[in-house]
């Protein structure tokens, strides 16, 4: 069902001061929708500011150049975040996600306080709700919002909210991308959204010793079980000789399952600390949050993780039969 904004432009249109969070680490969606919506509230003559539990990761600051984004404590106190009229909540719905920013929610002198998202899971923060669950982004619902308010988006905001869209829905090609998604796209390109440029500065940013390392990890991935379990290791050597650092094996894993016939796969990764962190991941039919759960970790369905104790070798042996069993056919 699209959303009947009437409520929250009414909202708006009634209030001046007005504070955007959202949730722990925020990703694109969360920054990008809050600066969409920042100067959606500012073309309309409103004071905005953002605060969030923490600060966005280093590969998404260039959407935030005059770094509006803040993180609760670092240029703005619990006490200023509290005075406002209206209090936005953006991407997220859960007590646990906002930390910090939470207690201010709850103590906030605001008039009104507003959630808009798109995640299914959620808890009653207490405040207005405008929730679409079929919207592959926040960045939609904030165009949405943005259209329904006449509010004018620039540059900037068109770059935000087309980044928020496109890395939530895996550069649109998850189940989650619709027509909608890619209209509001589309309009977004028109107010001046550059996807070649907001592609190239997200995904084309690799050290080459990253590169190096990933060939050489890829290089000695195993495939068994018939071809339907894959997996790779990683040694504190392997970042020696190459010069990679820990975050370097982001999406490496991943690389497994691009493997046709694939149904599941993990990485083992030496640590400094002498543990083995395992990541695991399979495709949709398969289920690997029970063998991380085996050894004490936990994750989703399709994507989890353990810690286990070193050797390299023996937290491998424990391992693969788990996730032979979830590979084959009852
Ligand atoms: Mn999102």
């Known amino acids: 069902m699209p959303i009947d904004w009437s409520p929250l432009v009414e909202i708006i249109k009634s209030h001046e001061r007005f504070v955007l969070s959202s949730h722990v680490r925020p990703d694109a969606d969360a920054i990008g929708s809050e600066l969409g919506l920042a100067c959606a509230l500012e073309s309309l003559g409103k004071n905005v500011r953002i605060v969030n539990p923490s600060d966005g990761s280093a590969n998404i600051a260039f959407l935030d150049p005059d770094k509006r984004a803040r993180k609760l404590g670092d240029g703005i106190t619990a006490d200023e975040a509290r005075d406002t009229d209206v209090h936005i909540v953006v991407d997220t719905s859960a007590w646990v996600q906002l930390q910090d920013v ?132 990683v040694t504190q050597q392997d970042f020696k000789e190459t010069g990679a650092v820990p975050a370097d094996t982001e999406e490496l894993v991943n690389q497994c399952l691009r493997v046709a016939g694939v149904k599941a796969a993990f990485i083992a990764i030496e640590q400094p600390n002498q543990t083995i ?42 391992v693969l039969p788990l996730m032979r069993q979830v590979v084959t056919p009852e």
């Open 102 to 233: 939470g207690s201010v929610l709850k103590t906030t002198k605001a008039k009104q306080t507003v959630v808009i998202d798109h995640h299914v899971s959620s808890d009653d923060l207490g405040a207005t709700e405008f929730k679409e669950t079929t919207a592959a982004a926040t960045g939609e619902l904030i165009y949405e919002l943005a259209q329904a308010l006449g509010a004018t988006l620039d540059e900037q905001a068109a770059n935000a909210l087309y980044c928020a869209i496109a890395t939530d829905t895996g550069w649109f090609r998850f189940p989650s991308t619709t027509s909608r998604t890619m209209r509001i796209a589309g309009e977004l390109i028109d107010l001046g959204a550059k996807p070649h440029v907001l592609y190239q500065l997200l995904y084309e940013q690799h050290s080459a010793a990253r590169m190096q390392f990933f060939g050489r990890v890829l290089s000695r991935m195993t495939i068994e079980t018939e071809g339907r379990l894959a997996y790779l290791s």
């Open 277 to 318: 962190k395992v990541s695991f991941r399979s495709r949709l039919d398969t289920n690997v949050a029970a063998v991380a759960e085996q050894f004490g970790g936990g994750g989703h369905k399709q994507a989890a993780g353990a810690v286990l104790p070193a050797p390299l070798a023996d937290a491998l042996a424990k």
